[in-house]
């Protein structure tokens, strides 16, 4: 294995358990839903609407994640994939991470979401390592 | 079509894509029916109970859960409590009245081995006495022990099963009898949680009633909302994998219609496939004779 397959491995691993995490957090968690309807009158309209964004938001994420890690060859949306290579999406997925975090911390730790706040934050740690050095590439 | 145009049709079909999965979601999402569901505490008050304050954290975790539930006149719940040790005590009927509720479980004294089968059978015996027929009957059994005397918990929950409950367990601290609680909870169709400190406990209860109050089912629509979200971003993919069917199918046509009609034997007028050179009937040659 060469020195770069090799790099490009352990780029990509956390990669794709970091989209895995993220699809867990859109089909499972509960923490935006709840939060959403913790501070609206709980009607249709906003059970659908707290639905939309508990799963469509960390799924938009996800899908970039596993995109850049696995499925690089295929393409998405031009606009998408503009947004996959600048920096701006890492920021973005850094902020609904900790924004899970601060809703987790916020609503009461207990042993149910210790570990999506565990992800969160190691994976908030990874982004910001991973965004910087994009950055870096980008503006030598 | 020019590719800036193509690029913002993409979008614009992706966008179609994921408002028809709202609109779709808005309208799956629906109320749970919700008629009377009677709930029974089970509580496991034996020896091991005194332990470490486990009793005083079941008090409080207790209360917590009934206080969830804002019971009054108008309420679509009633709570019960069952005490067990060795024997099994109904220290409170189905009510809706908090307060007399809350009276019984600051009466809770832990002493005794553990009945848990009794206790499961007491409660199913109960439910057939005070329950309506369309009621939901739900038990949520706590205890931090192993059942040591009395009724099979199995049996008892197998029994219980075919009367309509649903029980949820909760298996407090480490020397819980993981396993029957599992498998009490699987086969009435409840839920199995472990609690391994006191404040686990109180949490788990809290989150126990939230699982019963929640009015609506939305698990369908979000299953397509996050479907709809990566068919809205790889939208080039099926657009390329759909146009390559297309092209695959026409050439499969095209070449159908190419393909050079059967021969027919100039000698005694057989139809023939097309690859054959010689008529299958009379051997004829079926080349043409220049």
């Known amino acids: 294995m060469t020195k770069r397959s090799a790099k490009e491995i352990l780029t990509n691993i956390p990669l794709f358990f970091g989209g895995l995490f993220m699809i867990y957090l859109a089909a499972v968690d509960e923490t935006l839903f709840n939060f959403i309807l913790g501070k609206t009158l709980q009607t249709q309209l906003t059970v659908a609407l707290a639905t939309t964004v508990a799963a469509a938001l960390p799924m938009f994420f996800a899908v970039g994640m596993i995109k850049q890690s696995i499925v690089s060859g295929l393409y998405t949306i031009y606009y998408y994939e503009r947004m996959l290579q600048g920096v701006i999406f890492w920021i973005l997925t850094i902020i609904v991470l900790i924004s899970i975090a601060a809703i987790i911390v916020v609503e009461g730790v207990h042993q149910f979401n210790v570990p999506i706040l565990a992800g969160c934050v190691l994976l908030t740690m990874y982004l910001i390592i991973y965004t910087i050095k994009i950055h870096k590439k980008q503006n030598p | ?290």
């Open chain 2, 1 to 290: 079509m020019d590719s800036d145009t193509k690029r913002k049709l993409q979008l614009t079909i992706g966008f179609a894509v994921f408002v028809l999965a709202v609109a779709v979601s808005y309208f799956s999402v629906t109320e749970v029916e919700n008629p009377q569901r009677d709930i029974y505490l089970v509580i496991d008050v034996s020896g091991s109970m005194a332990d470490q304050s486990k009793i005083i954290f079941a008090k409080n975790a207790a209360i917590e859960f009934v206080n969830a539930f804002q019971l009054d006149n108008s309420s679509d719940y009633r709570i019960g409590l069952i005490a067990f040790e060795a024997r099994v005590n109904t220290l409170a009927k189905l009510t809706d009245d908090p307060s007399g509720l809350k009276d019984a479980i600051s009466l809770l004294q832990a002493g005794g081995g553990t009945a848990m089968g009794d206790a499961i059978r007491t409660a199913d015996d109960l439910f057939s006495q005070e329950s309506g027929s369309d009621a939901r009957k739900t038990v949520l059994l706590l205890t931090d022990g192993v059942s040591n005397t009395g009724m099979n918990p199995i049996t008892a929950a197998q029994n219980a099963k075919g009367s309509g409950l649903t029980i949820f367990t909760v298996a407090y601290g480490n020397d819980a009898d993981f396993s029957t609680l599992n498998q009490i909870a699987t086969m009435t169709g409840g839920k199995f949680y472990k609690a391994l400190s006191g404040q686990d406990l109180v949490t788990t209860f809290a989150n126990i009633a939230d699982v019963m109050i929640s009015p609506v089912a939305h698990y369908g629509s979000r299953t397509l909302i996050l479907v709809a979200i990566p068919i809205l971003l790889f939208i080039p993919v099926i657009e390329r994998g759909v146009s390559t069917m297309i092209h695959k199918a026409e050439e499969t046509f095209l070449d159908k219609r190419r393909t050079p009609p059967q021969p027919t034997c100039p000698n005694c007028g057989i139809l023939n496939r097309t690859t054959s050179k010689f008529c299958k009937k009379c051997g004829n040659s079926l080349r043409r004779r220049n």
